[in-house]
């Protein structure tokens, strides 16, 4: 199982970014799959979660109405749209997938600068 996250970057406050993972060595479309995130000095908190065939969406409250989850099961990808981004968005941003109510792969990560 790899997952590879990509479209980390650093923007100014209101800005966008569109993270990408790429899913590899498992049938991705029988799997929910998550964002993560980590903030310095921080646990790391969920941020979205999709289902198998991306029907149930759910956010955490602090990126709702901001940030859209969304996936293509034939390209094996899951994204995460961040918008009217915030200095406290910034963070290391995890694809995970879910197997039952646990995480059982974790990407490697990608890196989200916010800061004018």
């Known amino acids: 199982v790899q997952l590879v996250e990509s479209g980390g970057g650093s923007v100014q406050p209101g800005g966008s970014l569109r993270l990408s993972c790429a899913a590899s060595?498992?049938?991705?479309?029988?799997?929910?799959m998550t964002w993560y995130r980590q903030a310095p000095g921080k646990e790391r908190e969920l941020v979205a979660s999709?289902?198998?065939?991306?029907?149930?969406?759910n956010y955490a409250d602090f990126v709702k109405g901001r940030f859209t989850i969304s996936r293509d099961n034939a390209k094996n990808t899951v994204y995460l749209q961040m918008n009217s981004l915030k200095p406290e968005d910034t963070a290391v941003y995890y694809c995970?997938?879910?197997?039952?109510?646990?995480?059982?792969?974790w990407g490697k990560g990608t890196l989200v600068t916010v800061s004018s």
């Open positions: 995970a997938r879910r197997f039952g109510l646990k995480v059982d792969y």
């Open positions: 060595g498992f049938t991705f479309s029988s799997y929910l």
């Open positions: 999709i289902t198998s065939g991306g029907g149930t969406l």
